[in-house]
């Protein structure tokens, strides 16, 4: 065991593009001001959908945030269908 992991650090360097993790309830009102409309809601999960016809799924967990790698895809497939 290395000192850096004996001291509570990881090794893992964060990436520096990637967005910090985020309340569920925060993206689905940042994608909603860029034109995005809830049009269903299935389990723990909301349905958003752009008058162009992309589609977004948000995972709605309560007391839980969106990891950064999970809002980093939704954020890259709501360019990649922009």
Same mark, same amino acid.
């Given at each position: 065991? +290395? @000192?850096? /992991?004996? %001291? =509570?650090?990881? /090794?893992?360097?964060? $990436?520096?593009?990637? &967005?910090? @993790?985020? @309340?569920?309830? $925060? #993206?689905?009102?940042?994608?909603?001001?860029? +034109?995005? *409309?809830? #049009?269903?809601?299935? =389990?723990?999960? !909301? !349905?958003? $959908?752009?008058?162009? +016809?992309?589609?977004? #799924? #948000? &995972? !709605?967990?309560?007391?839980?945030?969106? =990891?950064? =790698? %999970? %809002?980093?895809?939704? %954020? /890259?497939?709501?360019? *990649?269908?922009?």
């Amino acid at each position: 065991m +290395g @000192a850096r /992991s004996w %001291l =509570g650090f990881s /090794s893992k360097r964060p $990436k520096l593009n990637e &967005p910090k @993790a985020a @309340a569920s309830k $925060k #993206v689905i009102k940042t994608l909603s001001k860029i +034109g995005f *409309r809830i #049009v269903r809601k299935h =389990g723990s999960h !909301v !349905v958003l $959908k752009h008058s162009d +016809g992309r589609i977004i #799924v #948000v &995972p !709605v967990h309560a007391g839980e945030e969106i =990891g950064s =790698g %999970l %809002l980093s895809k939704i %954020l /890259s497939s709501q360019k *990649r269908n922009s």
